[in-house]
């Protein structure tokens, strides 16, 4: 090799060292997509400064406020795999004297993951039963379960299991309370986007970028949070309502059992005779009066409210929650 | 409108590494589809459009360049594509692919073919702008004839390395994202399937389509296909004398 083919030779030999030695120290600060709290928040196990209870051998992210002994406010979130971020407007009943109990369902928001074949729905209710005891400080205290959407099914699922534990019931737009009508709600609020859309195209374009098997939690519930930036319009709601974390395996297990077991919620929702307030909102082009009265039927005494300049996710919303507090008050004032 | 930050040393290394990693690991649909029965050793410039399912409805368009390496008698093709899926915010989403193919062997019209393609896609929505360096190969086993062909396709599509920069919107949901460089395990999904295609003069029609699954072969995407159309023209230089290939029917 000649003078000059050696210095090539040994200029090749430091650009390459050089590289090499930058890409090593680079990678070393690279972050991960699976790693907890990179791109979704951590969880309660993950975190032990966020404010949780034990529930069942499920460590479940839960505040509660207002007065210990007085009645009770469970807020029952949607989803499922949803948070009660958005709900937390409801915390004004605690300026009422009312206890209000906030928790995220397990695998939901920031309470603990589990997997997907983890999931029943009598896990679900006996959580709820387990929250219920949880706070609960004597077995006179009166309890109110106030459920939004996915919230409003596991509310009346709840009561469907135990009619005579539960004091009062607001329900604000549940899908349906028959699987059947579940499914039906769901398609029809979701139907606006051609395959050519943009809601389409963000949701199937990302699957190239990122891809998780059934265990890596953390890029599945950040994909399923990157699906959410564009909402279906159908829904009528002021704008993008806030969340921590939205549970994938959760939502993707309870969708799956739902379908596999068909589950009707109102088999002895006859038992249940105190008045149900029932809340839709006047721009969820998907709901409606008649559709709020074909759920609600089920119910032998129910007043149905409609929430007005508001959408499906009216508790989020100034409006929304503006329309709707005054008459949840009322009512639970009626049976406090 | 988010773009890449270009200030610092590390980036544009990594982003060069990274250029130069794709290259040589293994890749999806392919760029372009090429009826190697029909390309003659004149036909040395191919020009593509296509549309399609591609993680979306998309569209593309593409160049070829054909080598003509007589000494090894395997046809290469190198070439360029690019395509943008449908929505509101066309320029949003893009995935450019640069790469070739090349016939490593040929027995009685049946070639077989491998392609690898280094990839830089680009994905925005409301919440993050990602850019993605990836790579996707695949070998292909086909029946070429100058007036038509069928073939099989298997192949993996790698999203090597990627950065990510979040929006307001989302550091109002979660404050703690943290943006910049993500490193592998990022992403990967096996294709395969068939193409078909109908030649004549310098025109290539075809067809691809198959199915799609993640690394771990258990999961799927949102929606588990592709499918592609597309048309190449094949431009012949003067001074190469025709192939039998483009000559017998």
């Known amino acids: 090799m000649n003078k000059t083919g050696k210095m090539k030779g040994r200029s090749l030999y430091i650009v390459s060292a050089f590289i090499a030695a930058t890409l090593f120290t680079g990678c070393a600060k690279d972050k991960y997509i699976d790693e907890a709290g990179n791109l979704v928040p951590k969880t309660a196990e993950q975190d032990p400064s966020l404010p949780s209870i034990l529930v069942n051998g499920a460590l479940l992210h839960a505040e509660a406020f207002g007065p210990p002994d007085s009645a009770m406010v469970v807020v029952l979130h949607g989803g499922p795999g949803g948070d009660y971020r958005y709900l937390l407007k409801s915390k004004a009943l605690a300026d009422q004297g009312y206890r209000v109990v906030f928790y995220d369902q397990r695998g939901s928001g920031l309470s603990q993951r589990f997997p997907h074949s983890s999931y029943y729905m009598e896990v679900i209710t006996d959580e709820l039963q387990g929250v219920i005891d949880h706070y609960r400080t004597s077995p006179s205290q009166k309890v109110f379960l106030f459920g939004h959407s996915w919230g409003a099914m596991l509310a009346s699922a709840f009561v469907n299991e135990h009619p005579a534990e539960i004091d009062g019931l607001v329900l604000g737009e549940p899908g349906g309370l028959v699987w059947q009508d579940v499914k039906d709600y769901v398609g029809r609020s979701w139907s606006s986007g051609t395959i050519m859309s943009e809601s389409v195209n963000d949701a199937t374009y990302l699957d190239q970028m990122i891809t998780g098997k059934g265990s890596e939690h953390e890029i599945l519930d950040y994909k399923y949070s990157l699906f959410t930036s564009e909402e279906s319009s159908l829904l009528g709601n002021e704008g993008r309502f806030p969340f921590w974390r939205v549970g994938y395996v959760c939502n993707r297990a309870m969708f799956k059992l739902g379908d596999e077991n068909t589950p009707d919620w109102t088999t002895n929702l006859h038992l249940y005779t105190t008045k149900v307030l029932f809340l839709y909102s006047e721009n969820n082009q998907a709901y409606g009066r008649e559709w709020a009265q074909r759920v609600s039927s089920g119910y032998p005494n129910v007043e149905l409210f409609e929430v007005k300049e508001a959408g499906h996710d009216f508790p989020a919303f100034e409006k929304g929650w503006n329309h709707s507090y005054p008459v949840i008050l009322n009512y639970l004032n009626s049976l406090k | ?249």
């Open chain 2, 1 to 249: 409108m988010n773009h890449i930050k270009p200030n610092t040393m590390k980036t544009i290394v990594k982003i060069i590494l990274a250029g130069m990693a794709v290259l040589v690991t293994p890749g999806f649909i392919s760029a372009q589809t090429i009826n190697w029965g029909s390309l003659g050793k004149e036909d040395k410039h191919v020009l593509n459009l296509n549309a399609g399912w591609d993680y979306g409805v998309a569209f593309g368009t593409g160049y070829g360049y054909h080598f003509d390496i007589r000494s090894l008698n395997m046809p290469l093709v190198l070439d360029i594509g690019y395509s943008f899926p449908s929505g509101r915010d066309i320029l949003e989403d893009f995935k450019v692919k640069i790469g070739g193919k090349i016939s490593l062997y040929e027995i009685r019209n049946i070639h077989f073919i491998a392609s690898v393609y280094g990839v830089f896609r680009r994905y925005e929505n409301d919440f993050v702008r990602m850019v993605n360096f990836g790579s996707d190969l695949s070998a292909i086993i086909g029946y070429y004839r100058p007036h038509w062909f069928v073939a099989g396709e298997f192949g993996f599509d790698k999203a090597v390395v990627s950065n990510f920069r979040h929006s307001s919107a989302y550091k109002e949901i979660y404050p703690g994202v943290k943006d910049g460089w993500y490193v592998p395990p990022m992403g990967g999904n096996y294709h395969f399937g068939l193409q078909a295609g109908y030649s004549f003069r310098q025109h290539d029609f075809y067809l691809s389509f198959g199915r799609v699954t993640s690394q771990d072969w258990k999961t799927t995407p949102m929606v588990p296909y592709y499918a592609q159309v597309g048309y190449n023209f094949r431009i012949r230089t003067s001074g190469h004398k025709p192939s039998n290939a483009t000559q017998v029917p």
